[in-house]
């Protein structure tokens, strides 16, 4: 599995988007973005990809 954490409507959604091996590590980048400000709840998501 591979997740990855865009981040919509930003224009800085080149550089903070990111994919990740588990889904803790990429629950945990969710959360610094979001504790920065970088990303709300509203605009920023996790999507699982592959099988």
Same mark, same amino acid.
Do not use: M, W
């Given at each position: 599995?591979?997740? #990855?954490?865009? +981040?919509?409507?930003?224009? $800085?959604?080149?550089?903070?988007?990111?994919? %990740?091996? @588990? /889904?803790?590590?990429?629950? /945990?980048? $969710?959360?610094?973005?979001? @504790? #920065?400000?970088?990303?709300?709840? /509203?605009?920023? /998501? $996790? %999507? !699982? +990809?592959? !099988?």
């Amino acid at each position: 599995h591979v997740f #990855t954490v865009p +981040i919509e409507g930003s224009k $800085l959604q080149r550089l903070f988007a990111g994919c %990740y091996r @588990n /889904k803790e590590d990429a629950l /945990k980048a $969710l959360d610094a973005l979001q @504790n #920065t400000g970088v990303a709300s709840l /509203k605009d920023s /998501k $996790l %999507y !699982e +990809i592959g !099988e």
